[in-house]
């Protein structure tokens, strides 16, 4: 049985330079990167997702501003640019994306964002199952620190573990494909970035079928 697409990986792009355009009529500012513009999907600002931009060529594109960003220069902007399409190894993230494009999933897909729902869950939330949840969320709590870098690597494999025996468990009995069925979920790697203040989480995620997927989270 299909599920309903909820979670996606999106590419982020290595960002070479932003300088504002002069002479325009609404702000714009022109992105370079490393990669491959073509399937660029939206463009975060300051924690401002936008897609209204030009594509120029495959390594090029003019991104128009908002007025929430009138009072800050080209300098102090936090720039990333997200495609539709892989183009690197590492350089993918998950992304809670829900957009008017209804999309099935099926096979170690669907399990994949299963699996990231439970680990965010607080158990005891879903009602119609309470023992679900690896309560990552509620055990990192508020902002993350650059000296918390451990007791975020200790929450990430905990709540890892915990979901892992959730579906140990819930899926015992179960007659699910082999590649939707859990066999084996662990944390790979845990890095924190201390410019953007953000976790990346790579989860690596083994299926009854033998294959293997890696879930990148950014926290």
Same mark, same amino acid.
């Given at each position: 049985?299909?599920?309903?697409?909820?979670?996606? /990986? %999106?590419?982020?792009?290595?960002?070479?330079?932003?300088?504002?355009?002069?002479?325009?009529?609404?702000?714009?500012?022109?992105?370079?990167?490393?990669?491959?513009?073509?399937?660029?999907?939206?463009?975060? +600002?300051?924690?401002?997702?936008?897609?209204?931009?030009?594509?120029?060529?495959?390594?090029?594109?003019?991104?128009?501003?908002?007025?929430?960003?009138? #009072?800050?220069?080209?300098?102090?902007?936090?720039?990333?640019?997200?495609?539709?399409?892989?183009?690197?190894? #590492?350089?993918?993230?998950?992304?809670?994306?829900?957009?008017?494009?209804?999309?099935? +999933?099926? #096979?170690?897909?669907? /399990?994949?964002?299963?699996?990231?729902?439970?680990?965010?869950t607080t158990t005891k939330t879903n009602r119609f199952n309470e023992s679900e949840g690896g309560n990552?969320?509620?055990?990192?709590?508020?902002?993350?620190?650059?000296?918390?870098? %451990?007791?975020?690597?200790s929450s990430v494999s905990r709540a890892v573990a915990d979901t892992q025996s959730f579906y140990l468990?819930?899926? #015992?009995? %179960?007659?699910?494909?082999?590649?939707?069925?859990?066999?084996?979920?662990?944390?790979?790697?845990?890095?924190?970035?201390?410019?953007?203040?953000?976790?990346?989480?790579?989860?690596?995620?083994?299926?009854f079928s033998g294959k293997t997927e890696l879930l990148p989270i950014v926290l």
């Amino acid at each position: 049985m299909k599920d309903l697409q909820f979670i996606v /990986l %999106s590419d982020l792009l290595e960002v070479l330079s932003k300088t504002e355009l002069e002479g325009r009529s609404q702000r714009t500012i022109e992105i370079k990167s490393s990669g491959n513009l073509n399937f660029t999907k939206k463009v975060v +600002v300051n924690d401002l997702s936008l897609t209204d931009f030009t594509l120029i060529d495959r390594r090029t594109l003019h991104l128009r501003l908002p007025s929430q960003l009138d #009072g800050v220069t080209a300098a102090e902007m936090d720039v990333r640019v997200f495609s539709s399409q892989q183009t690197r190894r #590492g350089s993918a993230v998950m992304e809670f994306d829900l957009t008017d494009r209804f999309t099935s +999933v099926e #096979g170690s897909q669907k /399990l994949a964002q299963q699996v990231v729902k439970t680990l965010i869950t607080t158990t005891k939330t879903n009602r119609f199952n309470e023992s679900e949840g690896g309560n990552l969320l509620k055990s990192l709590g508020g902002s993350l620190s650059p000296t918390e870098t %451990s007791k975020v690597a200790s929450s990430v494999s905990r709540a890892v573990a915990d979901t892992q025996s959730f579906y140990l468990e819930s899926q #015992g009995r %179960s007659k699910l494909p082999l590649d939707e069925r859990l066999l084996k979920l662990s944390l790979s790697s845990v890095e924190f970035n201390s410019s953007t203040l953000e976790v990346t989480a790579v989860i690596r995620m083994t299926t009854f079928s033998g294959k293997t997927e890696l879930l990148p989270i950014v926290l």
